[in-house]
């Protein structure tokens, strides 16, 4: 066990921030009572706003990044962990106030940790990460509010990105036509591999509309916000359901009550960064459930550590494909 280990280290000197792969004693690891040897981490959009200073994610500096991360427990006070457990963790304010997933090793509360899924490897965790699981409470939120394969076509924006590639896997292996919205045109194929029965310009849904557009869609898993949601809005079923979790598109939304109050239609907000535990172990259950594993690797770019910086701006150009896992350790 070293005394020093490498991480991803985000500074301020009261007038401008730095970024540099760094090597950092353990003694300055962050409160805690489970220490973990990170094997992956991930490089989600949270990440990459971090990284690059684009927004004010970063809550206190110096700050290590990386709101996921899969390993295992190397020392624990907590009666729920023991050394050897195989861990992960999504959210909880790592990676904004609390050292993140992006180093060799980790120090949090044992509460914000959940066991990994026996059928998962933990390089296959952070394929999925926050983005996947995300995903999964979307796609439990549809279902709790009644929508079925039988009610209806589904859209997914963003569908290219993180978490619309799980969120289109899912939905179609359970059995739902996924219309798959996405701004590059060349991801066609791959969207189609995912299970998207059609593919849709995201310019469709990029300008002003009317308040209400014609019934489409039964459901919706939407990344984007701003103009884009008010466009699914206006053009959903009667008592459709819209899972709202991302803003790549704006934090506005300028729609209308009449969707709401004429068609009866939920927008059911998702926040994985404090969901309940129980709730984030059910959709990784969902996710060891109903995600073909065979599909990781086709929507996972593999960076190394010390890449995480530059591959940071092409995430935020929308110019990354799926999602983006950073291996740390041999054992995956």
Not at 77 to 91: E, Y
Request: net charge neutral; aromatic share 6%.
């Amino acid at each position: 066990m070293g005394t020093n280990f490498k991480a991803i280290l985000i500074e301020h000197d009261g007038t401008r921030q730095s970024v540099r792969l760094a090597e950092l004693p353990r003694d300055r690891l962050p409160e805690g009572d489970v220490t973990v040897r990170v094997a992956c981490s991930t490089l989600n959009y949270k990440d990459a706003l971090a990284i690059t200073g684009r927004s004010p994610v970063v809550r206190q500096f110096p700050m290590i990044p990386g709101i996921d991360f899969a390993g295992t427990v190397e020392e624990s006070s907590n009666a729920d962990f023991k050394p050897g457990d195989r861990v992960l963790l999504n959210g909880w304010g790592v990676g904004e106030r609390h050292w993140g997933g992006l180093a060799e090793i980790a120090r949090v509360k044992g509460d914000w940790l959940i066991p990994l899924e026996p059928i998962f490897s933990l390089a296959q965790a952070m394929s999925i990460g926050t983005a996947g699981y995300t995903a999964a409470l979307c796609v439990m939120a549809l279902e709790r509010h009644g929508i079925t394969p039988e009610s209806g076509e589904v859209l997914v924006t963003g569908a290219a990105g993180g978490v619309g590639s799980v969120a289109t896997a899912l939905l179609a292996k359970l059995g739902y036509d996924v219309a798959a919205v996405t701004g590059r045109p060349e991801e066609s194929d791959y969207l189609t591999k995912l299970g998207a029965k059609r593919i849709l310009p995201r310019s469709q849904f990029g300008e002003p509309g009317k308040p209400l557009a014609k019934e489409e869609w039964a459901g919706a898993v939407d990344v984007a916000g701003g103009q884009v949601l008010a466009n699914v809005c206006a053009s959903m079923k009667y008592r459709g359901v819209i899972a709202a979790c991302g803003l790549a598109a704006g934090m506005g939304l300028p729609v209308t009550v009449a969707p709401f109050i004429l068609r009866g239609v939920t927008l059911a907000g998702i926040d994985s960064v404090m969901c309940p535990r129980e709730e984030r172990r059910e959709a990784w259950r969902r996710l060891a459930r109903d995600l073909d594993p065979s599909l990781l690797d086709a929507m996972t770019e593999r960076v190394p550590l010390d890449a995480c910086v530059s591959v940071a701006d092409r995430l935020i150009a929308g110019a990354v494909r799926g999602r983006v896992s950073v291996p740390i350790s041999n054992e995956q």
